[in-house]
C-alpha cells in the first residue's frame, strides 16, 4: 500500500448560484421555501394566540399587547404576506404537477403576477382588517 | 460493465432515499389547505383584533370550530413534511438529519394536539 492517495478526478462543477443572470422564476422558487419556514414559524403565533384563547381573559390580554404593539403587526404583515404568496405559489406548483405552465415566458409572466396578487391581496386584508378595527361583533 | 437495470441503480438514490409518499401527501396536504387557509384567512381579518368573549364566541360556533380543527390537521401535516424536505436537502450529517426531522415530526404532532385540545376546550366551554 502506498500512503499516496490516488489523485482525486476533476470532476465537473455544477456552476454556483451567483453565476446565473436571475430570472424571476429563480426568485419566485427560492420564495416559495422561503415563505415555507415563515409560515411554520408564524403557526407558532397562531398557536400562543389560541392557547392564550383557551386559558383565559389575562393570557388574552398579553398576546393582545404584544401582537398589537408596532413590532407585532410588521410581524404579522410578513406573515400574512408569506401566507399569501406561499398559498398563491403553491397553487401555480399544483398546475405544474399537472403539466400545465411550464413554457419559460407563461412562468415569467405568472411569477410576476404572484408577486403582484400576494401584495394586493395582503394589503387587502389588512385594510379590511383595520377598517372593522376590533373585530366584527 | 455492469448487469444492474437503470431502475434498481436509481433506486434509493435522492437525499431522502425513497419518498413518493411523501410527495403526494404533500400534494394531498396542498390542496386542501388552498379551501381552509382561506377560511382561516376570512376569519383572521373578520375576528383576529377581536376581544376575547367575541373571539370566543366566534370559535365555538361548531362550523367554525370543525373548520379550524381541519385547518390545523391539515396545514401541521404539510408543514410537517415540508419542513422535512428542506432539513433533507441541507443537512449532510445522517446523526443530525435523524435528530432534526424527529423534531420536526415531534413539533407538528404536539402542534395538531394543542390546537385541537384548545378549540375543543373553547367550543365545549359555549
Ligand atoms: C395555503 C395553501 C398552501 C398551498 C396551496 C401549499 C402548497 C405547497 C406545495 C405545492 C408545496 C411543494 C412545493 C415543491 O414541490 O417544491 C409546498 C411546500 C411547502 N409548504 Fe406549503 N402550501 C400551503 C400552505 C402552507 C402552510 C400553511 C405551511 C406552513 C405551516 C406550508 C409550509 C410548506 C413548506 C415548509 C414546504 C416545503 C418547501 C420546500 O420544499 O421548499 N405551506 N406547499
Redesign the interface.
Known amino acids: 500500500m502506498s500512503d499516496s492517495k490516488p489523485a482525486a478526478r476533476e470532476r465537473p462543477l455544477s456552476p454556483h448560484l451567483q453565476i446565473y443572470r436571475w430570472p424571476v422564476t429563480m426568485a419566485t422558487s427560492i420564495t416559495h421555501?422561503i415563505t415555507?419556514?415563515g409560515?411554520?414559524l408564524g403557526?407558532v403565533l397562531v398557536?400562543w394566540w389560541?392557547?392564550a384563547?383557551?386559558t383565559g381573559?389575562d393570557a388574552?390580554?398579553l398576546v393582545?399587547a404584544v401582537m398589537?404593539s408596532i413590532p407585532g403587526r410588521l410581524i404579522l404583515f410578513g406573515f400574512?404576506l408569506s401566507?399569501?404568496y406561499h398559498?398563491l405559489n403553491?397553487?401555480r406548483?399544483?398546475f405544474w404537477?399537472a403539466g400545465i405552465g411550464f413554457r419559460v415566458s407563461t412562468a415569467s409572466v405568472v411569477s410576476v403576477i404572484i408577486y403582484t396578487l400576494a401584495l394586493a391581496i395582503t394589503l387587502g386584508?389588512w385594510a379590511?382588517?383595520y377598517a372593522?378595527?376590533?373585530?366584527?361583533? | 460493465m455492469s448487469l444492474r437495470t437503470p431502475l434498481s441503480k436509481a433506486r434509493g438514490l435522492g437525499s431522502a432515499k425513497d419518498g413518493v409518499g411523501h410527495f403526494i401527501g404533500q400534494?394531498a396536504t396542498?390542496?386542501a389547505?388552498?379551501p381552509l387557509?382561506?377560511c382561516f384567512?376570512v376569519s383572521?381579518?373578520?375576528?383576529?383584533?377581536?376581544?376575547?368573549e367575541?373571539?370566543?364566541a366566534y370559535?365555538a360556533h361548531p362550523v367554525v370550530t370543525i373548520l379550524m380543527g381541519l385547518f390545523f390537521v391539515s396545514?401541521?401535516n404539510h408543514?410537517r413534511l415540508?419542513?422535512q424536505v428542506?432539513i433533507e436537502d441541507y443537512v449532510a450529517n445522517d446523526g443530525s438529519r435523524l435528530a432534526l426531522v424527529l423534531l420536526v415530526n415531534f413539533a407538528a404532532f404536539a402542534?395538531v394536539f394543542?390546537?385541537l385540545?384548545?378549540?375543543a376546550?373553547?367550543s365545549f366551554a359555549g
Open positions: 421555501r415555507g419556514v409560515n411554520a403557526t398557536l389560541l392557547v384563547l383557551a381573559p388574552y390580554a393582545q398589537g400574512t401566507l399569501v398559498m403553491g397553487i406548483h399544483l404537477d386584508m379590511a382588517a372593522l378595527g376590533g373585530g366584527v361583533r | 400534494r396542498a390542496i389547505n388552498i387557509v382561506t384567512l383572521v381579518v373578520l375576528y383576529g383584533a377581536a376581544d376575547y367575541t373571539a370566543r370559535l396545514i401541521f408543514m415540508g419542513l428542506i402542534a394543542s390546537s385540545f384548545c378549540l376546550r373553547i
